[in-house]
Nanobody, 120 residues
Framework: QVQLVESGGGLVQAGGSLRLSCAAS????????MAWYRQAPGRQRELAAS???????NYADSVKGRFTISRDNGKNTVYLEMNSLKPEDTAVYYC??????????????WGQGTQVTVSS
């Protein structure tokens, strides 16, 4: 099993910044793609950003140029630096990790979610 612990959410004014962190614990697996999804009230969960084990990144159009995803492979931790935040960024942000076990294959794990609220 993989346990994901998220931190860094909170309340911030429009134009401000926040940094989210998600650390994956567990043993005997390798971490492949790591990602951040978000879900606003009344809306479907959507991908905000993802990063492969090789460092290739992908961003939703709505966050390009404002959010930066990064990872520390030695710590199995993924980060989301969020700048120039807007009220429409308000959502619960979920960490998502693709873990691989030799002989067992791949499984996807989700964090518990962290609230980000941007006031206007």
């Amino acid at each position: 099993q993989v346990q994901l612990v998220e931190s860094g959410g909170g309340l911030v004014q429009a134009g401000g910044s926040l940094r989210l962190s998600c650390a994956a614990s567990g043993r005997s697996y390798s971490v492949r793609t790591m990602a951040w999804y978000r879900q606003a009230p009344g809306r479907q969960r959507e991908l905000a950003a993802s990063i492969t084990s090789g460092g290739s990144t992908n961003y939703a159009d709505s966050v390009k140029g404002r959010f930066t995803i990064s990872r520390d492979n030695g710590k199995n931790t993924v980060y989301l630096e969020m700048n120039s935040l807007k009220p429409e960024d308000t959502a619960v942000y979920y960490c998502n990790v693709e873990a691989f076990w030799a002989g067992l294959g791949t499984r996807i794990f989700w964090g518990q979610g962290t609230q980000v609220t941007v006031s206007s």
